[in-house]
């Protein structure tokens, strides 16, 4: 295999099918590394804070599979870490589209032009995001890396495109030890109308020493990391 260039060097996790992900369908996860959060509870961290230290691999037969599988797979989700915050997802998203699959793009909703452009282009069918908590938890819940100004600017700006685009978005949050049964209410409270809110419960994930932390947010494992 070359070395993968450009977008598809972030891609380094592919799981061929998932029957959870998006709920009805069979879908193919693609992984892509980077964060722009901190979160303690993060089950990615690997992946999101040190992508390097996961193989690269091969797009040519991430495409051919897809290619191949369209005909009993429902769609593809594009996950991470953050997706948004690598350069060119959207050219990626594009390819994957040659498909024909639907696209579900997972998102922290901290990149909200991101968001909007992909939609204005129509590079994803579908956005699930993470609304974490209440605002003024934010810089507990993302180990620092936004104000509780920030997260309810972004999010605002994600809330706004909902009302544009109803059927577009999916909102969830994950019940980490540290979110109370009120905050669950008070982030249901952020939603635009016609939107509910699905809670995640949350499994410590494995992790390594140095990266111990009292509780952790469920996310899927990064899957087959080496293709
Ligand atoms: S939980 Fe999600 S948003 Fe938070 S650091 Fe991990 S990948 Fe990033």
């Known amino acids: 295999m070359s070395k993968p260039a450009g977008v598809w060097s972030y891609v380094r996790g592919f799981e061929r099918l998932s029957f959870c992900d998006w709920p009805g369908r069979h879908t193919s996860i693609l ?22 230290s996961l193989p690269a691999l091969d797009p040519v037969r991430i495409k051919a599979f897809l ?11 594009i996950t991470g870490g953050e997706p948004t915050t690598v350069p060119g997802v959207g050219e990626l998203l594009y390819e994957v ?7 579900k793009l997972d998102t922290n909703g901290m990149r909200p032009e991101v968001v909007a452009d992909l939609l204005q282009y ?42 544009l685009h109803p059927g577009a978005f999916y909102f969830r949050t994950t019940k980490v030890p540290s979110l109370t049964e009120a905050d669950l209410d008070i982030a249901r409270g952020y939603l ?16 390594m020493t140095e990266h111990a932390q009292p509780d952790h947010e469920e996310r899927r494992p990064v899957g087959d990391v080496v293709y």
């Open 31 to 52: 992984f892509l590394g980077g964060c722009n959060l901190r979160c303690p509870t993060c089950h990615n961290f690997q992946l999101a804070w040190d992508m390097h």
């Open 67 to 77: 290619r191949d599988r369209s005909g009993w797979l429902d769609g593809v989700t």
């Open 97 to 103: 589209r040659k498909s024909g699959l639907p696209v």
């Open 122 to 163: 129509r590079l994803a069918d579908v956005f699930a995001v993470d609304v974490k908590g209440p605002f003024d938890k934010y810089p507990a819940l993302t180990g620092g890396a936004v104000s509780a100004l920030a997260a309810q600017r972004n999010l605002e700006r994600i809330f706004a495109l909902a009302e």
């Open 192 to 207: 635009p109308p016609e939107h509910t809110l699905t809670i995640q419960n949350y499994v410590p994930p494995r992790r």
